[in-house]
Structure formats: structure tokens, C-alpha cells
């Protein structure tokens, strides 16, 4: 028993302390996000005797224009991987049309192709599309990189529906589309939830493609945004980690909502090798 | 005769509804995947710069590419972010589900995975603008802990030998929570009975872990493996950010100089050579690894 009790606590203490690594450089951010210049100089992880909250409505005015365009960016990507992917997924799994296995094996091959290798044509084509500058020169490459593995797990769960329900449907004379919003759908929530908190992680995270499509500061999500502030303020360490601290706040509360999707939807054998 | 053609356009209209169901996901990726990668090979073999007209030029590129100096140590420096990514990156996963999975308590096991995940609800590049600040030889801390152990001050990413171990360690503890949940949920699927068995049999942790854990998820570890290695070597925004490749070249790796051949020197044709090397040594180091690494649905 007492040799049991030491095990457990070993574990927790290793677990705990795998945890404060994991957040360590978090809770420096937090740290410096509360301190004046001086403070810092003092010493990076020494705690401030008097708290600047001030540094928050400083970062505030300059990042809420950036969150609200990465908000607008990443909402729209969800959406357009959520519809494209379910739809093209459904076909796959539930008709059985001619050129069904290439069609799927040629967009199941595009995980294997490294972004990098697209980065410059993509690049060449939305200027000639004339599309730099605008939200959809973002939200359009999300949606199509997004749906290959969204219709990948999308497929693998239509297809392991039971058939007895479609028949059920198909006796009273639905349409395909209506089986498609009014059965398929509606079971398929948790799976989806976890591809759209999948989607607007990596929306959020997507870097270099803003980075290159999107000058105008307008526009620009936070993460290309904040770069441009980071510069500005490269001295004012405060307001800079406040800056980050609020461009991260909105991943925080959609992860924190789907966080019982998410942890579920990746363990319960969603992903396998 | 044009019997089977008939039939086949007589099915192809049967199932319309699929085909109006792929429709948006086929122009997207027609738009945005297939095009950009034809035209990247295709581009490899063109001059191509600036505004100017694009020329064919045969295998010049290539040419060039083998003779670049700056290609050679990029790979060199992507082979350490691999071999890191390899080793450290697939064994800490690893190590942390071990440690969740022996835990009793299922409760406590949810509360440790989700504050794992909960590491990812900050943007991975503000992560690195963080470490930055850290690094930063003057006023960051870095300099403060290693005083603690007796380091003398570092210059870190602008230091020549210490740059590109200041990167990789950036990733520190080296446990990525989706990989974690993936480890995880593998050691949960193994069957209760192959444990309680080893337990009767009076094999240690250690043991059991070797023999049973081990080669039974070996699926998923392979998986975190071969990400490993893509990742890094096509992963290149940690070294834009941090140090742009320097000092000199200490820190560039392929996918870097891909991105300044293309958006600083205009390069496009070149920058293209650079993605269909890159491409054709990811697509060896993965058939290599998966020749290398055998696992029981393989047979």
C-alpha cells in the first residue's frame, strides 16, 4: 500500500513538474506583461511590487484591430473546411461513383506534399488573381489545406454510420441533401467540433502565407500584426508581452469551450496511425 | 461497341449528386494544390526572376543548387532539428503518456491533459517571440539561469556556436500535446489482459513497458517519427523569427533559403529548385523510416 502512495506521488511530481516546463515560457510572458522597463531590468523572473495594468490598455487599442481580422479569418475558414469537407466526404462514403478510389487517393496524396514546396506558385498565382491585400488570399488556401485531413476523419465516420438509418430516410422520400443536414450532420457533431477547433488553431497559428499575402496593416491578422507592433514597442517589453497575452486570448476561450471535444475526439481513436 | 462508354456515362449521371457534393472541394484544391505544385516542378526548370518572362533552362537550377555552399549547410543544420525532432521529440511524448497512463486516478489524468493541451491556446509564434525576449543577452533570463549553474553569459542566437542549439532548445520540455493525446489513446486501446497478465507473470514496469507497450503502439510512434522528420526539415519559421538564418549561415536551413531565394532575391525558378530538392528528400527519409521501422499492420 505505502509503496503504491510513493509511486503515485512520484508521478504527480513528475507530471507536475512536465507541466510548469510546459508553461514556463507562459507564465514569464504573464510575468513581464504586468511590469514598467525598470522592472524588467531588475530581473525577469522576480516579481513586480507594483503591478502595471496599465501595459494591457496600452496593447488593447493596438492588437483588438489584428484579433478581429484573424477572428473573421479563422471563422470563415472553419465554416468553409466544415461545408467543403463534409460534403466531398459524404460522396466518398456513401456512393460509390466512378473514379471514387482515385478522386480520393489523389486528395489523401496531398498530406505528403510539403507546404513549402507550394509556397511560390501559390504566391505567383494570387497575384495574378489580384488578390493580395484582401481577407479571402488567407481564408481560401486555409480552407482547401484544411479539408484534406478533415475529409479524411469525415469519411472514415460517415462510413461507419449504420445503413438501417439512411434507409429509413430513403423510405420516407427525403432528398440527398436533406439526409445529409437532417441525419448525417447532426450525428456527426462531436467529430466536426474537433476538426473546426483543429481548423481555427492552425488558422490563428498560419504565419508565413499572412506574412507575405498581407501588408496593409489593416488587414492583418494577429499574428503577422503583433510582429509588426513587437517591432515598434522592441523596447517596451511590458506592453509587448500584454500585446501577446491578448492576441492569445481568443484561442484560449474556443480551445477552453472544445477543450472536452478535443481531448476526447484525438483519443478516442479519431487519429490512427 | 461504345457500349462500356455509354454505361459509364449513364452511371457517372446517376450518382450526379456526388459529383455536385466534390465540386467545391475539387476547384479549392485544384486552385490552390495541384496547380501550385505542377507549376513548382515545372518552375525548377526555368529561369525565372523578378518580373521578367520565365525561360526554360533545363536542369541549370540543379546545377546551381549542388554547387550552392549555403544549400549544403542548410542541410547540415536541418539534420540536427531532425535528429532532435527524431529522438528527443517522439521520447518525451512518450515518457509524459507513460506517466499519465500508470496514474490512477482517471480524474487527475483528464486535469494533466488538458493542461497539456492548454500550452497550445498560445500561438506557437508568440511562443517564439517569448523565448526571443529570454535569450536576449542583456535583459532576458537566460542568462540569469545559467549563471545558476555556472555558465558565464551567452550571447544565444547571436552567438556563432550557440544559435542553433538556442533554437532547437526553444522547443523545451519537447512535449507536443497532440502527439502526447495520440501516445496516449495507443496505450489506452492496448487490451487490458496483456497487462494484467504481465503483472501476474511478475514483470517489472520497465520490462513491460519494453515488451508490451512499446512494439504495440509502435504504429503511433512511427507516425510521430516521420512527422518528425518533416517537420524538421520544411519547418523553417522558428529560424525566420529568431535569428533569419544567422549568425552567417549557422542557423539557415532549406526551407529558409527557399524563402529568401523566392521573396528577397526575386528568385522564383531557383526558389522552386530549392522545394523540389526538399521534396524529394522528404519523400526518401519517409520511405526510408517507414522500410526501417516494421510494425504489425505492415504484414
Keep these: 500500500m505505502n509503496k503504491n502512495k510513493i509511486a503515485s506521488f512520484i508521478l504527480i511530481f513528475l507530471l507536475s513538474l512536465f507541466i510548469l516546463f510546459s508553461f514556463f515560457p507562459i507564465l514569464i510572458m504573464l510575468l513581464t506583461s504586468l511590469k514598467s522597463n525598470m522592472q524588467v531590468s531588475l530581473g525577469v523572473f522576480k516579481f513586480p511590487s507594483v503591478i502595471h495594468w496599465d501595459n494591457y490598455s496600452r496593447a488593447f487599442d493596438a492588437v483588438l484591430p489584428y484579433a478581429m481580422n484573424s477572428i473573421f479569418i479563422a471563422v470563415a475558414a472553419v465554416i468553409g473546411v466544415l461545408i467543403a469537407s463534409s460534403f466531398a466526404a459524404y460522396a466518398f462514403a456513401r456512393y460509390r461513383f466512378p473514379g471514387r478510389e482515385i478522386l480520393y487517393y489523389l486528395i489523401i496524396a496531398l498530406m505528403m506534399v510539403p507546404a513549402v514546396l507550394i509556397l511560390i506558385p501559390m504566391f505567383k498565382l494570387v497575384v495574378a488573381l489580384d488578390m493580395l491585400n484582401t481577407y479571402w488570399v488567407v481564408i481560401l488556401p486555409q480552407i482547401a489545406s484544411g479539408c484534406i485531413i478533415a475529409v479524411f476523419l469525415l469519411r472514415s465516420f460517415f462510413a461507419g454510420l449504420p445503413e438501417d438509418l439512411f434507409e429509413s430516410f430513403r423510405i420516407d422520400g427525403a432528398r440527398e441533401i436533406t439526409i445529409l443536414t437532417r441525419l448525417v450532420l447532426p450525428l456527426s457533431k462531436p467529430i466536426m467540433g474537433t476538426i473546426a477547433v483543429l481548423n481555427f488553431h492552425s488558422s490563428w497559428n498560419d504565419y508565413i502565407w499572412p506574412l507575405v499575402t498581407i501588408n496593409k496593416n489593416a488587414l492583418k491578422p494577429v499574428v503577422t500584426g503583433i510582429m509588426s507592433f513587437s517591432n515598434d514597442y522592441s523596447t517596451d517589453y511590458g506592453p509587448m508581452m500584454a500585446a501577446y497575452v491578448l492576441a492569445s486570448i481568443p484561442l484560449m476561450l474556443v480551445i477552453g469551450f472544445a477543450m472536452k471535444y478535443f481531448v476526447h475526439g484525438l483519443t478516442s481513436g479519431a487519429v490512427k496511425a | ?299
Aim: glycine fraction near 8%.
Design chain 2, 1 to 299: 461497341m461504345s457500349q462500356p462508354r455509354v454505361n459509364l456515362w449513364k452511371s457517372v449521371y446517376r450518382f450526379k449528386h456526388a459529383y455536385v457534393f466534390l465540386l467545391p472541394l475539387i476547384v479549392l484544391l485544384g486552385l490552390f494544390s495541384y496547380y501550385p505544385i505542377v507549376m513548382a516542378l515545372k518552375m525548377s526548370f526555368y529561369h525565372w526572376k523578378g518580373g521578367n518572362e520565365a525561360v526554360f533552362i533545363g536542369f541549370d537550377n540543379f546545377v546551381t543548387l549542388f554547387k550552392d555552399k549555403a544549400f549544403y549547410v542548410s542541410l547540415k543544420n536541418a539534420l540536427w532539428f531532425i535528429l532532435f525532432d527524431c529522438t528527443v521529440g517522439v521520447l518525451m511524448p512518450l515518457i509524459v503518456a507513460e506517466l499519465l497512463f500508470h496514474l490512477k486516478s482517471t480524474r487527475l489524468q483528464y486535469v494533466y491533459r488538458t493542461l497539456f493541451v492548454a500550452t497550445i491556446t498560445v500561438p506557437s509564434v508568440i511562443i517564439i517571440l517569448i523565448w526571443v525576449f529570454l535569450y536576449n543577452p542583456s535583459i532576458g533570463g537566460m542568462n540569469v539561469l545559467v549563471d545558476i549553474i555556472g555558465i558565464s553569459p551567452q550571447l544565444w542566437l547571436g552567438g556563432t556556436d550557440t544559435a542553433l542549439f538556442s533554437i532547437i532548445f526553444s522547443g523545451f520540455p519537447f512535449i507536443n500535446p497532440i502527439f502526447l493525446l495520440i501516445v496516449f489513446a495507443a496505450l489506452q486501446a492496448i487490451p487490458k489482459s496483456l497487462h494484467e497478465a504481465s503483472v501476474m507473470e511478475g514483470c517489472g514496469v520497465w520490462k513491460r513497458i519494453l515488451s508490451i507497450d512499446i512494439p504495440l503502439i509502435l504504429g503511433q510512434l512511427k507516425l510521430i517519427f516521420i512527422l518528425g522528420i518533416l517537420h524538421g526539415m520544411q519547418s523553417f519559421y522558428k529560424q525566420m523569427i529568431m535569428t533569419d538564418g544567422g549568425p552567417g549561415n549557422e542557423t539557415l536551413v532549406p526551407g529558409l533559403h527557399m524563402f529568401q531565394a523566392g521573396f528577397r532575391h526575386n528568385d522564383f525558378g531557383y526558389a522552386s529548385t530549392i522545394g523540389f530538392v526538399m521534396l524529394i528528400l522528404m519523400l526518401v527519409l519517409t520511405i526510408v523510416s517507414n522500410k526501417l521501422i516494421k510494425t504489425e499492420d505492415d504484414h
